[in-house]
Nanobody
Framework: EVQLVESGGGLVQPGGSLRLSCTASGFTFANYAMAWVRQAPGKGLEWVSLIYFNGGTTMYADSVKGRLTISRDNAKNTLYLQMDSLKPEDTAVYYC???????????WGQGTQVTVSS
């Protein structure tokens, strides 16, 4: 059974930092591209970032470029999102997702809440 479990969310002041983690199990993590997707209160899903299977290529939404950094450790089956210079508009539930060979996101974690507020 594919499982993705996020952790690391919380309350942080504007300008602060957080690091999210997503631990994967039930599949060969190193074979898949992985992404972070978020949902702000009352809004739809927003794609945030993607990393290819070997970590060699990363992509970011314009809204987070230069502030958020995606990475992975295939030996630990773990995906990360380093979040710096956080803004109130980064407040959302953050999900990790697996991208399949058809470029669809076929498995999702339960999400972790990030709140940026003073």
């Amino acid at each position: 059974e594919v499982q993705l479990v996020e952790s690391g969310g919380g309350l942080v002041q504007p300008g602060g930092s957080l690091r999210l983690s997503c631990t994967a199990s039930g599949f060969t993590f190193a074979n898949y591209a992985m992404a972070w997707v978020r949902q702000a209160p009352g809004k739809g899903l927003e794609w945030v970032s993607l990393i290819y299977f070997n970590g060699g290529t990363t992509m970011y939404a314009d809204s987070v470029k230069g502030r958020l950094t995606i990475s992975r450790d295939n030996a630990k089956n773990t995906l990360y999102l380093q979040m710096d210079s956080l803004k109130p508009e980064d407040t959302a539930v953050y999900y990790c997702a697996r991208r399949d060979i058809y470029y669809s996101y076929d498995s999702w974690g339960q999400g972790t809440q990030v709140t940026v507020s003073s």
